[in-house]
C-alpha cells in the first residue's frame, strides 16, 4: 500500500476589527477609514487574500452595516463574527470560534484534510493596515515545521505600550503586556506585533483555556505562547519591521500609514518604469496602475480607478479618477479627468479642462478651458478653447457626439443631447441645440454689425450733452 501524501492545509484567517475606535474622533468606525483610496480592513483582507486564506472570518462589532458592506463588497465569502463585549483580543478570535472548528471539511467531505488536522490559522488585526501578504506568509510558514503558535515580533528602542515577547536562552516562554510587565520585562525591547499564527490542531484548546487574571481583565492572545510552552510544543518567532507592524488609533498615525503606504506606492510605480518628477508631491490609489516611460509631474492625484498606459504624460496639478489613459496620452497641467474619462491614443487635454464620462479618440485634442461631459469626441477632432458640453438639463444627463476630424470653435456650447458630424465646422461662440451633419458649418450666434467712424461720433455727442448740461442754471 502507498502512503497517501499529506494533506496540505489550507488557511484560514481571522481579522480582528471589533472597537470604536474612540481616539479618531469619528462617526466613521475606526477599519473603515481609508488609506490610499481603500479602508484600513479592505488593505488587511487584501493581504489575508494575497497569503492564500482559504476562509475568512472577520470580528467585528455587532449591528455595523457599513462594515458588513466593506466585507460584502472586498471579500464576499468571509463570514462576519460579533463580538458583543470587547474582554481582549483572545475573546475576539473565539468570536470566530465556528470557523475554527470547521477544518479543511467546510465544504463538504472531499476527503482532503478530513482526518482531524485543523487549518493552518493566522489572525490579523483591522488597525494594523501596513501589513502585507508576503509577510503574513511568513508569519505562516513555521507552522508547515510544526510550530503550534508563531509571534510576529519587531526590535525597537521606544518598547512602550507593547507587549515584551519573553525568551530563555532562543527560546519563546512568554508575551507580557505592558501593564502586567515587571520592571525588568519592560527593559525588554523585542516586542509582539499583536499579529500571530496558530496550528489548528492546537488553536482552539489553546484559546479555550486562556484566563484573564491580568492587570486589564482581558483575555489575551499573546497568553496562548505561554500556555503552547508550558505543554512543551513549539513556539517560532518571525521578524517585521516596526514600521510595517504599526497600527492606526489616532488621525496622527492615520497620517503616518498613509506617508507609509504612499511611499510604497511610489516606490512601485518608479520600479515599474513610471517617472515621477517630485514623487514625494504625487499621490496614489491602492489600484493605481502607471504603465512604462509614463512621465508625472509634481503635484498630481491620482484618486481611484486609474490606468495610465505606456508613455503617457501627467502633467503638473491634474486630479483623475476613474480615468483610463491610453499610449502616449497627455493631460494637464490643471486638469480634472473623472466619472470613466477615457483618452485613446495620443490624445490630449490641456490647462482647465474637465472631463466626466467622456471619451477622446486617437488624437483629439482639447487644449483649453473646456468642459466635456457624458461626450464621444472622434479620432482627430479639435475642440476649442471654452467649448461647454451643457449635458444637463437640471432633471437629467444628454450626450453629445463628436465626429472624428470635426472643429468645435471656442467659446461655443454644445446643448445635449446633440451631434457634430465628422469633419463639420462650428463657428466661435455658438450655441448649438440642433445637430449639425458631416462636413457643414453651423453658425449659431448674432451677425456682426460694423459701422464705420461711429465711435468717434459717439463720443462727439456725448460730450456735446455734457457740456449743455452744465451750462443749465
Ligand atoms: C496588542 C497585543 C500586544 C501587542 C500590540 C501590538 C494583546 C493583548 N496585546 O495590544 O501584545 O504588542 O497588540 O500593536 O493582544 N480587538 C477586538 N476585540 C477585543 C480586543 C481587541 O476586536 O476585545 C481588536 C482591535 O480592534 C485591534 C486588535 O484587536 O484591531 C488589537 O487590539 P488592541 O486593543 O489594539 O491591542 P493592543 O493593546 O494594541
Ligand atoms: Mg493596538
Sequence with gaps: MTTPAPARRSLTAIVLAAGKGTRMRSDLPKVLHRLAGRSMLGHVLAAVQAAGAARIAVVAEPGR???????AALAPGAAIYPQVERLGTAHAVLAARAILSQGDDGEGDDGEGDDGEGDDVIVAFGDTPLITGETLS???APLAEGAAVVVLAFETEAPAGYGRVLTEGAR???IREEKDASEAERA?????????????????????????????GEYYLPDAVALAVGDGLSVAVVPVTEAEAQGVNDRVQLGVAEAAIQARLRRSAQ?????LVAPETVFLSHDTILGRDVLVEPNVVFDTGVRVDDGCVVHAFSHLKDVRLEAGASVGPFARLRGGAVLEAGASIGNFV??????????????HLTYLGDAEVGARANVGAGTITCNYDGVSKHRTTIGAGAFIGSNSALVAPVAIGEGAFVASGSVITDDVPDGALAVARGRQATKPGWAEWKRAALQAEKVARAGKP
Design 65 to 71: 452595516d457599513d462594515v458588513a458592506r466593506e466585507i
Design 138 to 140: 511568513r508569519l505562516r
Design 172 to 174: 519563546v516562554v512568554a
Design 188 to 216: 525588554v525591547r523585542l516586542c509582539n506585533a499583536g499579529l500571530m499564527a496558530l496550528s489548528g490542531d492546537h488553536a482552539l484548546a489553546l484559546l479555550e483555556r486562556i484566563g484573564n487574571d491580568n492587570a486589564a
Design 271 to 275: 520600479l515599474g518604469g513610471a517617472t
Design 354 to 367: 474637465e472631463l466626466k464620462n467622456a471619451r477622446l479618440g486617437p488624437g483629439a485634442k482639447a487644449a
